[in-house]
């Protein structure tokens, strides 16, 4: 649930800039949005526990802010499901913000209407589909991910231990 939420507060304003933008690097943007998808969960897990590790990068600027690692926490888990999640989010929002037309948008414009008027108004219904798509993609994908949250958060009960994470034990106990 918070993974979505946070995912979809992102990836809201990013798709909307990956649709509308003529920037040169914009397809390298897309790539790096969409590698977690080309990279196995274990890699990119283990990846992510060393840039939240305490001698990590993350890790090292959560300890200078007097906080602790991120690495074993859950928000670590919600940052390695948001990252692991991201193009499922991104991507179905992208599409639906890609199809609306530009004269609708133009057209409210030229009625009055303010940037954040015609996104809340005119966007966002229109964009609905891609919304839904977003949120029940990034809520699935979240939900059965096993290798990122593993490696980032272990299996400490009552701590990190996730849903997925929770099944396998019981199926490696064969406790079913």
Avoid: C
């Avoid at 609306?100 to 219904?125: C, M, N, W």
């Amino acid at each position: 649930g918070v993974t979505v939420v946070a995912l979809l507060i992102i990836a809201l304003p990013l798709a909307w800039w990956l649709a509308n933008s003529r920037w040169r690097f914009r397809a390298l943007v897309e790539a790096l949005i969409a590698m977690p998808l080309i990279l196995p969960p274990t890699v990119l897990g283990f990846y992510l526990l060393l840039f939240l590790s305490p001698s990590g990068w993350a890790g090292q600027v959560m300890q200078a802010l007097g906080g602790q690692s991120l690495a074993f926490t859950f928000t670590g888990l919600v940052i390695g499901s948001m990252v692991y999640s991201l193009p499922f989010a991104v991507q179905p929002l992208q599409t639906a913000f890609q199809g609306i037309a530009k004269s609708t948008l133009e057209a409210a414009a030229t009625l009055g209407a303010s940037p954040l008027d015609r996104f809340f108004s005119i966007v966002l219904p229109l964009a609905r589909p891609g919304l839904l798509s977003a949120a029940v993609l990034t809520f699935a994908h979240t939900l059965g991910e096993f290798g990122v949250l593993l490696m980032i958060g272990g299996n400490i009960p009552g701590r990190t231990q996730v849903a997925s994470i929770a099944i396998y034990g019981h199926v490696e106990a064969m406790d079913y």
